[in-house]
């Protein structure tokens, strides 16, 4: 091995040429093999403060002392056998559903959105133009910031937000400016719609640098459905002051006690400004199939379209395949009985109130939610002690959840992970179960609030 480190001469002596001081190295040879330590950084330095993941951290806890893992966000059931069928019959339907097909998005597929959503939306959405389909909503989400956001510019991001909001808007040189969703003052919380922004407060965050507002509707952590009045609110702020909106809308199919999903893109003024992302994977519970896509005017989606195309240039045929014949399938359905966009959500409005009631019987006390995957849980009146002397600077909730997965296998996810630094601590009481398991899922959890509850009684 040769380990180089750059020589830098004293001052006291014959200063050497400037790239012969930035490039001269010592050497060390060691077991034959060689490496080489670069004298200028390694890294970019649009890299920096964003290396921690929660995901990362608590994933490796959860395998490691969980029996039960309620943190990550996907279902640990099937897809619905009409898009398992159609993911074997694309595979078996030729040669041309193994090779590259359109960059921008599969036919069939970017044909089947428009046609679904133009419905949704109550617009013609040109499929060739309008979409871009993506690696997830997560390729979808990059390929915007990257497209759209400048070095210098600000982007309004609402609280709790999901964590890759931040580092993305910060790779492509913006300066993330948060806002954060408050509970109402008027006692006991008890749904996530009780959680709101001030409308004083939102205004003062526009500036003349505000280039785009990122909201998520189902919210993620929190499942708070944004209300026609709110998403006019944000709609009257982006057209006063000329700014974009990138609305993550992964859980709009999964909503609860009569919340009603409605796109902001929907709204007049809204269509040549808004970027809607989705989610086959939370649309069709396959998550490991990694289809996303992004809905917008063809003046925003071209440049979105760049960023896509120098980087993954091309998503999984026959995934994209499956995804069209399941929206060719809704569409004919949509409102029916027989829709899966109709059935999932009512099976999980029924774990949705079985784990809210596992909670609730330890004294958690849970925000019930009006969409998504997740309940958030207020742990402030458990009396535990959880300060485990090796993690003793994290925050409040990060240590209670080491102390569950420790001490009860069960594995969930800290709350103050979904908000900036300067907003944290105020929201550090609170943390993240996902309620979208099997019941056999549920029913082991249930197994350890049941010994739980006996051990404090």
């Known amino acids: 091995m040769l380990l180089f480190k750059r020589f830098l001469p004293s001052v006291c002596m014959n200063p050497l040429p400037l790239d012969t001081r930035v490039f001269l190295m ?40 969980s029996k039960v893992n309620l943190g990550q966000g996907f279902p640990d059931f099937a897809p619905p056998k009409f898009v398992q069928e159609a993911f074997c019959h694309a595979l078996n339907e030729g040669p041309m559903m193994h090779q590259y097909t359109r960059a921008f998005g599969h036919i069939p597929l970017v044909k ?49 937000f999901f964590d890759c909001y931040q580092p993305m808007v910060m790779m492509a040189g913006g300066k993330p400016v948060y ?105 069709f519970s396959a998550t490991g199939w990694k289809v996303g896509w992004a809905i917008s005017s063809g003046h925003i989606i071209k440049h979105m379209k760049t960023i896509h195309q120098n980087t993954v240039y091309h998503c999984a045929t026959p995934a994209q395949e499956a995804v069209a014949r399941g929206f060719e399938r809704e ?40 969409g998504g995957y997740f309940i958030t849980a207020d742990f402030s009146s458990i009396e ?25 296998g069960l594995a969930t996810i800290p709350v103050s992970a979904f908000y900036s630094p300067e907003h944290s601590k105020d929201f550090d009481k609170y943390i993240r179960f996902c309620f979208v398991k099997e019941d056999s899922t549920l029913d082991a959890a249930a197994d350890i609030f049941r010994k739980w509850r006996q051990q404090k009684s």
């Open 26 to 65: 010592q050497v060390t040879c060691v077991c034959n093999n060689k490496i080489t330590i670069m004298a200028r950084s390694l890294h970019a330095n649009r890299t920096n403060g964003i290396d921690k993941n929660v995901w990362v951290e608590f994933t490796q806890l959860a395998a490691a002392y």
């Open 112 to 160: 089947s959105l428009a046609k679904f959503f133009s419905r949704v939306i109550g617009r013609e959405i040109d499929p060739l133009e309008d979409v871009l389909v993506t690696v997830g909503a997560y390729q979808a989400l990059f390929s915007a910031f990257q497209a759209l956001i400048d070095e210098g510019d600000e982007v309004i991001v609402v609280e709790p």
């Open 179 to 283: 806002i954060p969703l408050r509970p109402k003052d008027t006692g006991a919380v008890v749904s996530s719609g009780d959680w709101v922004l001030s409308p004083e407060e939102l205004a003062s965050k526009f500036t003349p640098r505000t280039k785009a507002i990122v909201i998520n509707t189902p919210n993620n952590p929190l499942g708070k459905v944004y209300k026609t009045e709110e998403l006019q609110m944000i709609a009257d702020l982006c057209i006063k002051h000329d700014v974009l909106c990138i609305s993550d809308e992964v859980y709009e199919w999964l909503t609860y006690d009569g919340a009603k999903h409605v796109k902001i893109a929907s709204l007049p003024g809204m269509w040549e400004r808004t970027i809607t992302v989705g989610s086959a994977g939370k649309t």
């Open 331 to 370: 569409y004919e359905v949509f409102e029916t009985p027989e829709s899966y966009l109709k059935q999932l959500p009512a099976m999980l409005h029924r774990k949705r109130d079985k784990l809210a009631s596992l909670l609730e019987s330890v004294g958690l006390k849970p925000i019930m939610p009006e």
């Open 384 to 408: 535990v002690d959880f300060d485990d002397p090796s993690c003793k600077d994290e925050a409040k909730d990060a240590r209670f959840v080491k102390w569950l997965i420790k001490e009860k």
